[in-house]
C-alpha cells in the first residue's frame, strides 16, 4: 500500500451538505447577524438624535422665548427650579425612579416566582402543575394597557387605606415616612406591584424550565441517602439551578426596566428622587416619561427624550453583562452542560 493510498483512507470524506442543510444554515446566520445590525442600528440612532442633549447650552436651542424648557430643569430636590438645568439633572431623578421600581417588582416577584415554580415541578400533582403553568404562562399574554388600567382603577383604591396605615404606624421608616399620603394610591409602591404581577410568570417559566433540567440521578442520590424532599431540593435542585434563576431574574429585570404604559398609567410622578413609598410625590421612569412628554415636546424636548432612552439602553446592557459575568462563572453547573 502505497502512502497516498494510506493517507486517502485516514482522511475521512467530507460529508455532503444537502441543500436545506444549506439554506437552513443561511438563514440562521442571516437572523443572528441581523439582531446584532438591529442593535447597533439602535445604538447609533439614540447617539445620533440624542448628543444634542448633552451640550450645556442645549436650553437655548430651538427656545420660542427667554424662559428655559421644563425638559431641562432640575429636579427640585437637588436644585433651585428656577435656574437652568442640564441633562445629568434631569435625567437623574428618571434613571433612578426606573431602578428603584424596578428593585421594588423583584423583590415582590422573585420569591413567589421561584416558590411557585418549586411547587409546579416538585410538589404540585400533574394535572394541577399542568394547569397552573398554563395560568402563569397566560399571565403574559395580557397587555400592558390592562395591567395599567386595573392597576389605576381597582389596586390604587383598594391599597390606598393600607398607605394610610402604614404612614400611621411605620413612620419611623424611611420608606413611609410622609407628611401628606397620597390620596389616590397611584404611588411608586402601587406601581412596582404591578410590575411585579408582570415579571412574574417570566421569571416563573423560565425557572420552572430550569428546575426540570437538574439531573433525575442527583435528585433520587439525594433522596437515598435520606434527605427529605426540601433538603434534595436545597442540595440538589437550587445549586444546579443557580445560574438559570440569575438569568430568569434579570430578564425579568430588563422586562420592568422598559415598561411603559403600565407605569404611565398608573404612577402619579413628580420627577423626584425619594425612597418614600406612599407619598404624593414620586419619582417616575425614564419609559413612562418619554411615553407621557412624547406628544407635546419641541425638537429639542425630543432631542433631550430620546438622550434619556439612550441612558436606558446603557443601564439595560449593564444589567445583562452582569447576568451574563454571573452566569458566565457557574457555566459548568448549568442546564446546557
Known amino acids: 500500500m502505497s502512502a497516498e493510498t494510506a493517507s486517502t483512507q ?42 444634542d442633549a448633552f451640550n450645556p447650552n442645549a436650553s437655548n436651542v430651538d427656545a420660542p422665548s427667554t424662559e428655559h424648557s421644563e425638559f431641562l430643569i432640575k429636579a427640585q430636590n437637588l436644585a433651585n427650579p428656577d435656574e437652568p438645568g442640564n441633562f445629568f439633572w434631569y435625567v437623574l431623578p428618571l434613571a433612578f425612579g426606573s431602578v428603584w421600581a424596578s428593585l421594588l417588582a423583584l423583590i415582590m416577584a422573585v420569591p413567589v416566582a421561584i416558590g411557585v415554580a418549586l411547587f409546579i415541578t416538585h410538589y404540585a400533582p400533574r394535572k394541577l402543575a399542568s394547569a397552573l403553568g398554563y395560568v402563569i404562562d397566560l399571565l403574559a399574554a395580557i397587555p400592558s394597557v390592562v395591567y395599567g388600567l386595573w392597576g389605576m382603577i381597582v389596586l390604587a383604591g383598594f391599597v390606598q387605606p393600607f398607605y394610610v396605615w402604614l404612614g400611621q404606624n411605620l413612620n419611623w421608616l424611611p420608606f413611609f415616612q410622609s407628611e401628606q399620603v397620597s390620596g389616590t394610591g397611584r404611588t411608586i409602591f402601587t406601581a412596582a406591584i404591578v410590575l411585579a404581577i408582570m415579571v412574574l410568570p417570566i421569571i416563573t417559566a423560565l425557572t420552572r424550565e430550569v428546575f426540570l433540567q437538574t439531573p433525575r440521578l442527583h435528585e433520587e442520590a439525594s433522596l437515598a441517602l435520606g434527605a427529605t424532599r426540601w433538603e434534595m431540593i436545597k442540595m440538589a435542585v437550587l445549586p444546579f439551578a443557580r445560574s438559570g434563576m440569575v438569568s430568569s431574574i434579570m430578564l425579568g429585570l430588563g422586562r420592568a426596566l422598559g415598561e411603559t404604559m403600565a407605569v404611565a398609567m398608573v404612577l402619579s410622578a413628580s420627577g423626584i428622587i425619594t425612597v418614600n413609598l406612599i407619598g404624593s410625590q414620586n419619582p417616575s421612569t425614564i419609559a413612562a416619561n418619554i411615553a407621557l412628554r412624547n406628544g407635546e415636546a419641541s425638537q429639542m424636548d425630543m432631542h433631550v427624550l430620546i438622550a434619556t432612552g439612550l441612558v436606558l439602553f446603557a443601564i439595560t446592557l449593564l444589567v445583562n453583562g452582569v447576568a451574563r459575568w454571573i452566569v458566565g462563572r457557574r457555566k459548568q453547573f448549568s442546564g446546557a452542560n
Do not use: E, M, Y
Not at 28 to 41: D, H, K
Open 10 to 51: 485516514a482522511t475521512p470524506p467530507k460529508a455532503v451538505k444537502r441543500p436545506g442543510d444549506v439554506i437552513f444554515s443561511s438563514i440562521s446566520t442571516f437572523s443572528g447577524s441581523l439582531i446584532l445590525a438591529i442593535l447597533a442600528a439602535v445604538f447609533f440612532f439614540l447617539i445620533w438624535q440624542g448628543l
